[in-house]
């Protein structure tokens, strides 16, 4: 460790972090009615007469906010003429995906009605509602897919209450009810295991819980109140997650699901009931729009660990951060990529787009401007059960440099053995991806084989392997250093205890030099057999000995082993052992394998620069 400290001495900055529990939410609503407050008119979810009224008026001058508008009429336009949801469930486990559709068509088309007053489309949306109240069940026993059901119909029953006839009503409140809240209070009593999750499934169900509940409140308040105190004492435990400082252990992905659902259960309770119960105290959860800012690269595409894929989209739930916790800065940003999405000068087309798309007009929020350095640092370390450090070279520029790097807890939920992973941007080119995850079907993929797939290893990361093992799935091992000035960034990890019986010490440190050259520094002291130094690519390699060079759509990036000096780089496949596994077509590893030993103290040392630049 001495050598490893002087090697990057100068860029150290050890960080100690804060925790705190929070356990606030679970005791007003026990000890009170929660439905003291309610609104009793509808809407009263999420997108009240008055924020209708300041939409439409802020509409009429804020051109990107009108052409979120269009956006939304012409995909509820083409929803029309498209098949509405049916009871489906092709993996034999998951109705999730007509869920979802529910509240993809539902959810558009009533914004589209509410903002144009064309029955149409009130009409197109009621379909969809009464098919899915229709179903036999909403599938209780995957109950994501009881939970994103509810919020659809509980969306569409509140935004379309005035044009629904009384029957209409009555048909979808009891579908609410009898395959929603009833389904879910049997969950809660039961104390299912997602009731006391630290992870997505806890804020999902507890959401769609919640906003069925408040919809149907004046009409069924006992049931409403059961389900609303159920809810509230469940949903710290799914909060947990956000402390200390906002990261999401699952990754940006799930970041998105599941902050998405706490979005909107704060803002169906703020609505309904003016209150969230204190939900909004949250540790970290004022902070966790940085770390949605920071985890996506100048490519546009997710720094990805766990199961997390790449590609990423808009997540309307930033609007509502930056006005509950005032961030401004939350709301430009997002606004960017808005920009981006709905560009103007453009012929407006029907997009498949995220299924609460059309809370991007309901949470709108123009404030804010571009940010100082100060405001938005160039590099960031957040701490949670997986730590994260992001470095960068610029802001708004595509062609950046972008590593993200990780340390990590191997038992999160939906974690892979990848503790000091690194991804990487340059010139507009993902150059080292993760694969991401692989099929949930697959037989024990959340059980006892899940550590026998190629994709959930550390194998097919960007982390050492040694002597062709694993790493440790007890491990836990956070971000020891890090430092940051406008020359330079580093990280270090302590990857010790994921290559536990491997080796006696394991370090990893990466920095980025000058802003333009990422170095990569590992040190292990007592291994035994080999150590195979791995970076997953979709780039064409070019072997020279020390140096390899990396081509992807007429960009380069040039890899050097600095030590040991007698190393190579060398391709290996990334196809998986089983034919069941994705194939991983399209991308290999640029590796280096280097012999170990029990009294040996080793570093493997390699930098990587955009272009053919020399060091």
């Known amino acids: 460790m001495d050598g490893f400290r002087a090697a990057f001495a100068p860029w150290l900055w050890c960080l100690i972090a804060t925790s705190g529990l929070f356990n606030a939410a679970t005791t007003s609503a026990e000890q009170e009615d929660p439905l003291a407050s309610l609104r009793t008119e509808h809407p009263r979810l999420l997108f009240t007469r008055t924020d209708q009224q300041r939409i439409e008026q802020l509409a009429r001058h804020n051109k990107l906010l009108a052409r979120l508008i269009r956006q939304n009429t012409v995909n509820a336009e083409r929803m029309l003429n498209q098949p509405p949801v049916r009871y489906e469930i092709p993996d034999g486990k998951r109705l999730l995906g007509q869920s979802r559709k529910c509240i993809q068509r539902v959810a558009a088309m009533a914004m589209a009605y509410r903002l144009t007053g064309e029955r149409r489309f009130a009409e197109g949306a009621l379909k969809d509602m009464q098919i899915a109240a229709g179903f036999k069940d909403w599938n209780p026993r995957h109950f994501l897919d009881t939970a994103e059901m509810t919020t659809a119909l509980a969306l569409g029953y509140d935004w379309l209450f005035d044009v629904l006839t009384a029957e209409q009503r009555e048909l979808i409140r009891r579908a609410i009810i009898d395959l929603g809240l009833n389904p879910g209070l049997k969950v809660y009593a039961g104390g299912r295991w997602w009731t006391r999750g630290e992870n997505n499934w806890n804020q999902v169900c507890n959401g769609g819980m919640i906003l069925g509940a408040l919809a149907i409140a004046e009409d069924e308040p006992e049931l409403a109140r059961r389900v609303i105190r159920a809810a509230l004492k469940s949903v710290p435990a799914g909060l947990s997650v956000y402390k200390p400082s906002g990261a999401y252990p699952e990754g940006p992905g799930y970041w998105q699901y599941g902050t998405s659902y706490t979005a909107l259960t704060i803002s169906a309770l703020l609505t309904a009931l003016g209150r969230d119960f204190q939900i909004s105290k949250t540790p970290g959860l004022d902070k966790t729009g940085l770390f949605r800012i920071h985890t996506i690269g100048p490519t546009g595409l997710y720094f990805n660990y766990a199961d997390c894929g790449m590609n990423s989209r808009p997540a309307a739930a930033m609007f509502l951060l930056s006005q509950v916790f005032d961030q401004p800065l939350y709301a430009w940003w997002h606004r960017q990529r808005l920009a981006e999405l709905v560009p103007e000068g453009t012929t407006m087309r029907a997009r498949s787009l995220d299924r609460f798309f059309p809370l991007e007009i309901a949470w709108y929020d123009p404030r804010g401007q571009r940010p100082t350095s100060a405001e938005l640092p160039l590099d960031a370390l957040f701490r949670s059960r997986q730590d994260v450090v992001t470095m960068r070279s610029a802001w708004g520029n595509p062609n950046a440099v972008y590593i993200g790097f990780k340390g990590g807890d191997n038992r999160t939920n939906h974690g892979h053995l990848d503790v000091g992973s690194f991804i990487l941007d340059a010139e507009g080119v993902r150059w080292a991806l993760d694969l991401g995850s692989d099929d949930y079907n697959m037989p024990g993929y959340f059980g006892r084989q899940r550590w026998t797939y190629y994709r959930l290893i550390n194998h ?139 009294s040996r103290r080793m570093v493997i040392r390699v930098a990587l620069t955009p272009g053919n630049r020399l060091l």
């Open 460 to 598: 097919s990361h960007n982390t050492p392997v040694i002597n062709d093992q694993i790493q440790n799935p007890a491990a836990r091992c956070p971000v020891s250093a890090f430092r940051s000035t406008p020359q330079r960034a580093s990280a270090i990890v302590d990857m010790t205890d994921a290559y536990k019986g491997q080796a006696r010490s394991v370090w990893r440190g990466i920095e980025l030099v000058e802003r333009r050259v990422v170095q990569i520094r590992d040190e292990i002291e007592g291994a035994t057999g080999n150590v195979r130094w791995g970076m997953v690519t979709p780039a064409e390699i070019k072997l020279d000995g020390r140096k390899a060079t990396l081509t992807l759509r007429g960009k380069t990036l040039t890899a050097y082993i600095l030590e040991p000096a007698d190393a190579r780089f060398e391709v290996v496949s990334t196809k998986p052992p089983t034919a069941r596994e994705k194939s991983n077509a399209g991308t290999r590893m640029l590796a280096i394998t280097v012999a170990a030993g029990p």
